[in-house]
């Protein structure tokens, strides 16, 4: 199976910036998505790396290593919806999609 | 609004119960999936349905049986379930088969007694 990890808990204060790291293990490798999920909701699409680099959106940005097996997912100016789980997704060789466990992150004022 | 929809947002039943969790999406797409999530454990793929086929069974207990009458509507029939089995159930739908995006519905929070 696939291997992907990521931390379980952050926490950060209102208006600064927080790094959720994901590294991961997979047989071939054809893109990494970043899903955004509030509590009792359902997951949103945040970003798409295929390439390495950094992807910005706003005030999300997501970057990706391939060498390295490894990818974050930066949230600057942090404000409270923000909380929320997110969760790191690849796609093997084969197109099939695995997910990490999901990092919960919690901004306090 | 996601475009997925999914009903009962909430389920609590018996271990000799059936029941059956529904799922439509309104964006057009081809493929449609299910999913489990526990409570700190990454998202399991269940179910893949694509132009109405399924396409993948990644191991699922024949206690979970799916349905999918067109590209727009999936189900997910419920028999003799286990306390295990717990968990919140996630529909998602996608262009095609080789999942981009997802769109993820907010889920059936079923409980099992």
């Known amino acids: 199976g696939q291997n992907i990890d990521q931390p379980t808990e952050m926490t950060a204060t209102e208006g600064a910036i927080v790094q959720i790291n994901c590294t991961y293990q997979?047989?071939?490798?054809?893109?990494l998505f970043w899903y955004q999920q509030h509590a009792g909701e359902a997951p949103t699409f945040l970003s798409y790396?295929?390439?390495?680099g950094l992807e910005e959106k706003g005030r999300f940005s997501s970057f990706l290593s391939r060498s390295k097996g490894y990818s974050y997912l930066l949230l600057k100016e942090l404000q409270m919806k923000d909380s929320a789980s997110y969760l790191c997704?690849?796609?093997?060789?084969?197109?099939?999609?695995?997910f990490g466990a999901g990092t919960t992150v919690t901004v306090r004022a | 609004e996601t475009g997925v929809t999914q009903t009962p947002r909430h389920l609590v039943m018996g271990m000799t119960n059936k029941k059956s969790l529904k799922c439509e999406q309104h964006?057009?797409?081809?493929?449609m999936y299910w999913y489990k999530q526990s409570a700190k454990k990454p998202l399991e793929l269940m179910f893949v349905?694509?132009?109405?086929?399924?396409?993948e069974n990644n191991s699922v207990p024949s206690r979970f049986s799916p349905e999918c009458p067109n590209s727009s509507h999936l189900f997910l029939h419920l028999h003799t379930l286990q306390p295990e089995d717990s968990a919140l159930y996630l529909c998602?739908?996608?262009?095609?088969?080789?999942?981009?995006?997802?769109?993820f519905g907010e889920g059936s929070r079923l409980t099992v007694l």
């Open positions: 790396n295929v390439l390495d």
């Open positions: 998602a739908s996608s262009q095609d088969e080789e999942p981009g995006e997802l769109f």
């Open positions: 997979t047989s071939g490798f054809n893109g």
């Open positions: 997704a690849v796609r093997d060789g084969d197109y099939k999609l695995s």
């Open positions: 349905y694509n132009f109405k086929e399924q396409t």
């Open positions: 964006l057009g797409h081809n493929a």
